[in-house]
T-cell receptor, first 117, second 112 residues
Framework: KAGVTQTPRYLIKTRGQQVTLSCSPI?????VSWYQQTPGQGLQFLFE???????NKGNFPGRFSGRQFSNSRSEMNVSTLELGDSALYLC????????????????FGPGTRLTVT | KNQVEQSPQSLIILEGKNCTLQ??????????LRWYKQDTGRGPVSLTI?????NTKSNGRYTATLDADTKQSSLHITASQLSDSASYIC???????????FGKGTSLLVTP
């Protein structure tokens, strides 16, 4: 079974631009979560989608948004990029269907390395 | 505020040696604790998961321990290999719902 895939793997943008990242979950997984990983802060939760609905959201500004399609693929958008948005963006999928994500194993993709100049 | 603290921040050991990584947490109520291994340029991969009632879990050369009373966990790596060079992340889940609390990781380098 194919793992979680993320595209693109690397991206360079300039301040003020916007960017869209894509994530394809493992077949059969309907829950997709997004994380930002930086050396200083580690992994931080952005949001989670399940059946095309955002279920949970982390403490990030509204410039960060996402959506999920009927085939469970998900996209994440960051508008008006700032230098501090440079990070590895990870997507994870799981079989979660209930309210508690903690009980379900999450499978991470390789990430998209975003550099903002 | 729920926190997860890992130590050391980084570690260098010789191939074949053992090492132990620490994770202390203040998360409450506690659901489970996971250790992930993250190779450079890759996403994290789960090594072990332990619930409140479990105090040890092994996965090959990796053995995790949990003391829920003192809120401490450790990951012991036996007979290290070069491929063990990676970041190891401790993740503690809250019983109340969704929240996952991530440590900042321990960067391990195994040298020949």
């Amino acid at each position: 079974k194919a793992g979680v895939t993320q595209t693109p793997r690397y991206l360079i943008k300039t301040r003020g631009q916007q960017v869209t990242l894509s994530c394809s979950p493992i077949s059969g997984h309907r829950s997709v979560s997004w994380y930002q990983q930086t050396p200083g802060q580690g992994l931080q939760f952005l949001f989670e989608y399940f059946s095309e609905t955002q279920r949970n959201k982390g403490n990030f500004p509204g410039r960060f948004s996402g959506r999920q399609f009927s085939n469970s693929r998900s996209e994440m958008n960051v508008s008006t990029l700032e230098l501090g948005d440079s990070a590895l963006y990870l997507c994870a999928s799981s079989l979660r269907s209930g309210t508690s994500l903690s009980s379900y194993e999450q499978y991470f993709g390789p990430g998209t390395r975003l550099t903002v100049t | 505020k729920n926190q997860v603290e890992q130590s050391p921040q980084s570690l260098i050991i010789l191939e074949g040696k053992n090492c132990t990584l620490q994770c202390n947490y203040t998360v409450s109520p506690f659901s489970n604790l996971r250790w992930y291994k993250q190779d450079t340029g890759r996403g994290p991969v789960s090594l072990t998961i332990m619930t409140f009632s479990e105090n040890t879990k092994s996965n090959g050369r990796y053995t995790a321990t949990l003391d829920a009373d003192t809120k401490q966990s450790s990951l012991h790596i036996t007979a290290s290999q070069l491929s063990d060079s990676a970041s190891y992340i401790c993740v503690v889940s809250e019983a109340s719902g969704y929240a996952l609390n991530f440590g900042k990781g321990t960067s391990l380098l195994v040298t020949p």
